[in-house]
């Protein structure tokens, strides 16, 4: 038996615009982690190369927030690490929680 609190989402986010360019960043949560009476999920990685550089960025979410069709969503707000003297700014939100046999455990 499987514990369905046990997921991660995908995600794909475009920064702002600074010095003529963004950049994008895609990729996959960590899994949950319960937070009150919620959860967030826990994220880094590394941009596209746009403008001939790239940045790294990390986070955690915001708690979730439900979906009308059910399911859930989570914000990602933030801003990317300084590289060739400056930085982007990002905010979006999560797709709906996608479970995954690689971040399922089994319930105790």
């Known amino acids: 038996m499987y514990s369905s609190n046990y997921h991660?989402?995908?995600?794909?986010?475009?920064?702002?615009?600074?010095?003529?360019?963004?950049?994008?960043?895609?990729g996959l949560t960590g899994p949950s982690v319960p937070m009150g009476a919620s959860h967030v999920h826990y994220y880094d990685?590394?941009?596209?190369?746009?403008?001939?550089?790239?940045?790294?960025?990390?986070?955690?979410?915001?708690?979730?927030?439900?979906?009308?069709?059910?399911?859930?969503?989570h914000c990602l707000t933030g801003c990317t690490t300084f590289d060739h003297c400056h930085s982007h700014y990002y905010e979006a939100y999560t797709?709906?929680?996608?479970?995954?046999?690689?971040?399922?455990?089994?319930a105790l």
């Open 45 to 73: 990685g590394i941009t596209t190369c746009d403008h001939g550089h790239i940045h790294c960025y990390r986070g955690c979410t915001g708690p979730c927030v439900p979906c009308p069709g059910g399911g859930h969503t």
């Open 95 to 106: 797709g709906n929680e996608e479970t995954s046999m690689l971040f399922q455990r089994r």
């Open 8 to 26: 991660v989402h995908s995600y794909s986010v475009q920064t702002s615009c600074t010095n003529g360019h963004i950049h994008r960043m895609c």
